[in-house]
């Protein structure tokens, strides 16, 4: 396992808050894994959250169960978004978001440039290894891109 592949739960975790997701694993290192459902929209687009109510209706994503209250992002704009932390590929976590905010206004950032999440989802180390172990979630070997 390492950060930049995808995890998709498995029937083993049916009637749970992982039925039928798919997770982006943004980092996978000596304290854990933090990764992002990028399968359901959550109800409220961004634009919906007063903070954000002058925006364009931008789609927000259920990140996971793990604190609710705080926004997560993922993006492939590092030329637009400093600060970030590089995952895989041309795959970000993170940064500026002020800026990022200031350049989904600007109609600079869309969705293939973005994802927004409310949550996230956490694993203490050697956690998620041992759910994948016992078959609750199936690593895809194909790459994907959490943009499409």
């Known amino acids: 396992m390492k950060a930049g592949l995808f995890i998709k739960s498995t029937s083993l975790l049916d009637d749970s808050v992982f039925e039928g997701v798919l ?3 943004a980092e996978y290192n000596a304290k854990g894994a ?3 459902v990028v399968n359901q929209r959550f109800a409220r687009g961004l634009n919906e959250l007063q903070e954000f109510s002058y925006l364009q209706p931008f789609p927000l994503y259920v990140g996971g169960p793990v604190d609710q209250e705080h926004l997560y992002f993922i993006h492939q704009r590092p030329d637009l978004i400093p600060d970030g ?3 895989d590929g041309n ?3 993170g940064g500026d978001f002020k800026a990022t905010v200031q350049h989904i206004a600007a109609g600079k ?5 973005i994802k927004i999440f409310m949550g996230y989802c956490g694993w ?3 956690e998620l290894d041992a ?13 994907a891109d959490p943009f499409r």
């Not at 950032?109 to 440039?113: A, F, G, I, T, V």
């Open 131 to 143: 759910e994948i172990e016992e078959g609750s979630w199936e690593i895809l070997q194909t790459p």
């Open 109 to 113: 950032l869309s969705e293939q440039d």
């Open 85 to 87: 932390t590089h995952i």
């Open 124 to 126: 203490d180390v050697g």
């Open 91 to 93: 795959t970000y976590l």
């Open 34 to 36: 933090l990764g992002f």
């Open 23 to 25: 997770v982006y694993i």
